[in-house]
């Protein structure tokens, strides 16, 4: 077990970092402080995520890779929040919606410590967010760690606490591929329902059945036979976008390629699954195309209304999100 890091830029009189983790089997995770992002996984020296060309380009756009988005990752409609008789406004940065945090967590350079022992190489982040930033009330402490074992598991856990009530709905945004297409992968997952969105992407019409649609992974099935079919749902968000509503069982879902399995666990209520339908090979992420790879967004699924008492923190209640990636 052995940890490090290098500088390799500054932004907002901070110094950017990268931290690399490194386990007894030669497994290397490659962390940025700028938005406590999940850069790169090798195993074997085979990369398993979508990455940008360099540590510096993840500052110069907002592309979500491997970045930890908050305040609240996906959407809001109308960007309102109702709690008791209050209307509580958020700014509208996606049409007449509110998505992403705005300047979100994922764009803000955090404070980090590594360390390891005989069974972990890890590195904690830390990120103070001011009462109104973004529109939202409270200051609030997140502290982010990636913690990689023998077994070749990287172990992400985001906590945070409010001095206010507050809303809270954090993800990790990596996209996996496995060293291949996301396209081309096999995907198993526990889940019986998903949520059918609208136009701007937000659910609309409550849960619905996954059995005998293109959202029906119970069984193991190639990811490109969602991604390719005549599903509307498909048609409407030009690919995966939709969240998943977990029914308990573990693991909570298996991706796998002819030669690598990842097993994701998550005490999130839901996984988000979006396909990079967006990628085109241009601008700043110009090595990477539509379907390259596919997020495991483990989160609370985004609400029709704004009622959002799911995502709701009391002050000075503590959140606790954990996720284990098993990679073989």
């Known amino acids: 077990m052995k940890t490090s890091f290098i500088k390799y830029g500054r932004k907002d ?18 962390v940025l402080n700028y938005g406590a ?25 907002r592309n979500f890779l491997g970045g930890t988005v908050g305040r609240i990752a996906g959407r809001v409609r ?21 998505i992403h945090g705005g300047i979100g967590t994922d764009m803000q350079v955090w404070n980090f410590r590594s360390s390891c022992d005989g069974k972990t190489a890890k590195v904690d982040l830390t990120l103070f967010d001011p009462d109104g930033h973004n529109g939202y009330p409270g200051n609030l402490k997140l502290h982010a760690c990636y913690e990689l074992d023998n077994e070749n598991t990287l172990h992400y856990s985001l906590e945070a606490v409010s001095d206010k009530l507050t809303i809270f709905n954090p993800v990790n945004h990596t996209y996996f591929n496995l060293g291949d297409r996301a396209e081309n992968l096999d995907l198993q997952m526990n889940a019986d329902y998903y949520l059918p969105v609208d136009e701007t992407g937000l659910p609309d019409r409550g849960m619905e059945k996954v059995e005998g649609t ?12 969602a991604l390719h079919s005549n599903d509307a749902q498909i048609k409407l968000r030009n690919g995966l976008d939709h969240p998943f509503i977990l029914n308990g069982n573990l693991p909570n879902a298996v991706l796998s390629s002819n030669k690598h399995k990842l097993t994701v666990t998550t005490n999130a209520p839901a996984l988000v699954l979006y ?24 989160q609370c ?9 799911q995502i709701t ?14 990679f073989e």
């Open 78 to 98: 109308e960007g309102q929040w109702k709690h008791g008789q209050e209307i509580h406004q958020l700014p509208l940065n996606d049409g007449e919606n509110h």
């Open 313 to 326: 923190l009391l002050p000075n209640e503590k959140f606790k999100r954990t996720v284990d990636w098993k």
């Open 301 to 309: 699924p985004p609400a029709e209304d704004n009622d959002l008492g």
């Open 37 to 61: 992002t999940l850069e790169k996984v090798l195993l074997n020296g085979e990369n398993m995520i979508l990455s940008l060309k360099s540590p510096a380009d993840y500052s110069r756009e």
């Open 275 to 298: 396909a990079g339908n967006h990628f085109d090979h241009t601008g700043i992420p110009d090595n990477i195309g539509q379907y390259d790879g596919l997020t495991f967004e483990a």
């Open 214 to 225: 293109a959202f029906d992974f119970k069984q193991k099935k190639r990811v490109g036979d």
């Open 13 to 30: 009189n901070r110094d950017l970092c990268e931290i690399t983790l490194v386990n007894d089997h030669g497994m290397v995770v490659k």
